[in-house]
């Protein structure tokens, strides 16, 4: 016993060592500010308990049996004290779920108990200030990153319309400190965001993620056992899409519906927003949730029990929520094009967000793709991977080249707003110019006439009592006006004669 508790020592002191290794060599640079939660997550909590109600462990056949939706989080199973000592060995296919924001410490025990890749820990907990190095296809990646879209529309939008211009903006600085408080452990299990982005004055999207991988010796051909981690978790009791400036401003997610239409007219007043207390969620970005109440075609009972053996099918089901989350949104965008704003400055700003956030899908599609073709080595796959992998490649390539479309037309709208505002900029210009020269011929007229005034003002023998009558004030100040006039005249006429010999010898050629 006293052997192998020290060989279990051991093998967790290596793995923190790589663990920490991962977090000097890549955030090294950290403000002190979520140092506190890098050492949580490098060293461990010991006065932390593994408790929570935010994390359970199960069966993978149990889970699901019990789940419409593969991601959805069982409550009651999430009470359960030390869920750790639940998950079996991988021989018996278990399951952990964490939701919500993850506890350092927690990431730290799951990845020493099961001696994770820190590659998984780190991935899912999201640094602020960080970015993911994508995968080659030659090296797959050890886990499956799942990304969710959800799309909402606010409420009292009217009063938002008039403010959209700084609205993106104090949502981005909102979320900035969302990202600082995924680091605190008194957020454990609250339901986190990865970006905001506005569509207008009234609708917006939030996009979440699940990261999905395995351990230990998955190469049994009866059972696998994984960990899922999911940004879905309680509600939050300031979320970071509503604007904190604005009291009193609600919003409401659509569902996932696999067809049929959805209301492109925001909604007028709070009252209309669906009922808080609705289980069904449609006022958080819940998609496991939104799914699970409007879609019928679930997994079969067939893949349910699949889902036990293969891993690649028990993924399937959150890709198939992802896609369907991603076609709701493409569709929106599609169809709200033919309701842009006419004023090509308001159009600019909403076209340059609407493809940021068609770049960041075309990547999520192409690295799912990817992830399909080549799955992680560790993972036991059955002779229905294939089948389920065609069918996954088919529908994210359909995203994929339906995000590339609706891209290529933005940056093709956005260069025709861009040459409009150039173009109205110029005639301002212009304008102002035209302004200009009207005042200058103006000068011309009268800046002669005050010159000739001044010297019949001034104190001389020749212009002296009795003085000089106003005939010859005319007689003087008009000759020397035109005279004035003529100078600007023969410079503008000699231009044009110029340019029009030029032309004609251009021609003549």
């Given amino acids: 016993m006293d052997s192998f508790k020290s060989i279990e020592m051991q093998e967790r002191k290596v793995w923190e060592e790589r663990l920490r290794f991962a977090v000097q060599t890549g955030f090294f ?22 408790s929570s109600p935010n994390a359970f462990s199960m069966s993978v056949r149990e889970y699901a049996a019990v789940s419409k939706v593969i991601g959805e989080f069982d409550t009651a199973k999430g009470m359960a004290p030390n869920f750790l000592a639940h998950a079996h060995d991988s021989s018996f296919g278990t399951i952990t779920v964490i939701r919500g924001i993850p506890r350092a410490s927690l990431l730290h025990d799951l990845g020493a108990k099961f001696n994770l890749d820190p590659e998984c820990i780190l991935e899912h907990y999201g640094f602020p200030t960080s970015f993911r190095i994508r995968s080659l296809p030659s090296r797959p990646p050890s886990l499956a990153n799942i990304r969710f879209i959800s799309l909402g529309v606010f409420a009292s939008s009217d009063l938002l319309e008039r403010r959209s ?69 309680r509600v ?49 970005p819940d998609p496991f949730s939104l799914r699970a109440f409007t879609d019928s075609k679930t997994m079969s009972s067939g893949d349910r029990d699949l889902c036990a053996r293969d ?11 992802s896609a369907l989350s991603w076609l709701h949104v493409l569709s929106y965008l599609r169809a709200s094009y033919e309701f842009l704003p006419v004023s090509p400055t308001e159009q600019a700003p909403r076209l340059r967000a609407d493809k940021e956030l068609l770049d960041r899908g075309i990547c999520y599609f192409v690295d799912t793709i990817s992830l399909l ?22 529908d994210f390539k359909t995203l994929c080249s339906e995000a590339e479309s609706l891209s290529k037309w933005c940056s093709e709208s956005i260069s025709i707003a861009m040459s409009t505002i150039s173009i109205l900029d110029s005639q301002k210009s212009l304008a102002e110019a035209r302004r200009v020269q009207f005042i200058t011929y103006l000068a011309f007229i009268f800046i002669p006439m005050t010159f000739i005034a001044s010297c019949f003002g001034m104190n001389i023998q020749e212009l002296a009592d009795p003085g000089s009558s106003l005939r010859m004030y005319f007689a003087i100040s008009v000759p020397f006006t035109v005279l004035m006039l003529m100078i600007p005249a023969w410079i503008e006429t000699k231009g044009w004669i110029r340019r029009n010999v030029r032309n004609i010898n251009l021609a003549l050629r």
């Fill in 29 to 50: 640079d950290q403000q002190p500010r979520n140092r506190q939660a890098i050492d949580a997550l490098a060293y461990g909590d010991k006065t932390l308990t593994t």
């Fill in 165 to 233: 211009s700084d609205l993106q903006s104090k949502l981005k600085e909102q979320l900035k400190e969302h990202y600082w408080e995924c680091l605190s452990d008194d957020r454990f299990g609250v339901e986190r965001c990865r970006n905001i982005s506005m569509h207008g004055g009234s609708f917006f999207t939030v996009e979440q993620q699940a990261t999905f991988f395995t351990y230990g010796d998955s190469h049994s051909k009866e059972a696998w056992s994984g960990v899922l981690l999911t940004d879905c978790g």
């Fill in 236 to 284: 939050s009791s300031s979320p970071p899409w509503l604007p904190r400036s604005l009291p009193g401003i609600d919003a409401q997610f659509y569902p996932l519906t696999p067809s049929g239409r959805c209301s492109l007219l925001p909604v007028s007043h709070p009252a209309l927003i669906r009922d808080s207390r609705d289980g069904r969620r449609y006022n958080h």
């Fill in 311 to 321: 891993p690649l099918v028990f993924l399937s089901d959150m890709l198939d929520t």
């Fill in 373 to 394: 073709r080549h799955p992680p080595e560790a993972w036991p796959l059955t002779d229905h991977s294939s089948v389920t992998s065609a069918r996954l490649i088919t």
